[in-house]
């Protein structure tokens, strides 16, 4: 428990694990008191989110390797060192950030399920599909804010303002093996008689598999 006056003087928090030996701080709550803090490091941990809006002091954010799904630091304008990486995170805002010099914000990769090939965009924090400059095994659909799968793995650019950008990766929990589905019908033709039954998108992804057999 820190005193009034080391509340008041403190200038830098270290609690974080290795790569080795991860710590298993869940929660920061209480370093909005800290408000001449400069330098939090909290990476390797256990973290699912972090509040650093009274920290407007702040210069440098450790957070990387925790299980961060959404982070603000809108008011950090003295931000200049920001690690993020290996967490969760599907979007980033930067644009009150003038002052960053470092952004590494490598790794961050979240799971979503999707309906056959397509995908909710909505359940994701902090992200704006505006802010995409190129999908890569997805197409975008403005009208529903979805998107239509073709990988279990979604890539994608994201305009973070500033001149900074950053890759996010959505893996697609509930994607159909599309070698099961070339099986099924091989095994349709092996077999004669079997009935298998597939369903739009499993057929589709047969199309696309049989267009590049013959394409080679």
């Known amino acids: 428990i820190l005193s009034d006056r080391e509340i008041e003087l403190a200038t830098y928090i270290h609690v974080a694990g290795s790569k080795d030996r ?8 209480g370093i909005e008191y800290l408000t001449r803090l400069t330098s939090i490091n909290c990476s390797y941990n256990q973290l699912t989110q972090i509040d650093v809006s009274k920290n407007t002091a702040l210069t440098h954010l450790y957070c990387n390797n925790n299980k961060l799904t ?3 630091v809108s008011n950090n304008p003295s931000l200049s ?16 950030n003038t002052a960053l010099n ?20 909505s359940v994701l ?11 890569e095994n997805a197409v975008y659909n403005s009208d529903d804010n979805t998107i239509s799968v073709t990988a279990d793995t979604v890539t994608y650019s994201y ?13 697609i929990s509930d ?7 070339i099986n099924g019908v091989n095994s349709l033709y092996e077999n004669g008689g079997e009935v ?8 589709k992804m047969i199309e696309i598999v049989l267009e590049n057999d013959y394409a080679e």
């Open 175 to 181: 994607y159909p093996d599309i070698g099961d589905c």
């Open 196 to 203: 298998i039954i597939l369903d739009e998108f499993q057929m």
């Open 102 to 121: 470092i952004l590494l914000c490598n790794d961050n990769c979240r799971e979503i399920s999707a309906d056959g090939n397509i995908a909710e965009l």
């Open 70 to 72: 959404e982070l603000d």
């Open 22 to 29: 991860y710590g298993n701080i869940k929660d920061l709550t």
């Open 159 to 171: 305009d973070c303002g500033n001149g900074k950008s950053a890759v996010f990766t959505l893996k």
């Open 81 to 96: 060192y920001l690690d993020c990486g290996s967490n969760m995170l599907t979007g980033l805002d930067l644009s009150s």
């Open 125 to 135: 924090k902090g992200f704006e599909a505006g802010k995409v400059t190129e999908w």
